[in-house]
């Protein structure tokens, strides 16, 4: 996969070192349509959670995943621990193959348990179906 993204011209640099995203993989990352989050009428009770290591020589692509789950509205859980209870896990394999780093980036989809009471707290102000489809459960 990594050898595709540096043929389609996506990536540059040394593969097992240093690669680097190229600015036409900036483009095809900032075409990845993150607006469905907000299009979901009901939520299925899941629960989306990044889990990162990635280590100080692939900074850029740790920054740019620290900004993206920010600016998507990710609740932090820990230091690289983030949940959002809307579907998003395509775009972060995507995302994840892009910068080379597939064994630094998990990603988890998790039934809705009691540990996740104060997200669904924080995210029921921002997405108020969020409530209703949780009670309707019980």
């Not at 579907?87 to 009691?114: A, D, M, T, W």
Request: glycine share 4%.
């Amino acid at each position: 996969r990594v050898y595709s993204l540096k043929y389609r011209g996506l990536i540059a640099g040394d593969i097992k070192r240093n690669l680097m995203l190229t600015a036409k993989g900036v483009l095809a990352l900032e075409d990845l349509d993150f607006r469905q989050l907000v299009q979901h009428k009901k939520w299925d009770k899941k629960w989306r959670v990044v889990i990162y290591d990635i280590p100080e020589t692939k900074r850029p692509a740790r920054d740019q995943i620290r900004r993206l789950l920010k600016d998507l509205g990710f609740l932090k859980l820990q230091i690289s621990v983030w949940a959002h209870p809307l579907p998003c896990l395509k775009q972060f394999k995507i995302i994840r193959e892009s910068y080379g780093i597939h064994n630094h980036l998990v990603l988890l989809e998790v039934s809705h348990s009691h540990e996740f009471s104060k997200a669904l707290k924080h995210f029921t102000r921002i997405y108020p179906n969020l409530k209703s489809s949780h009670s309707s459960r019980s």
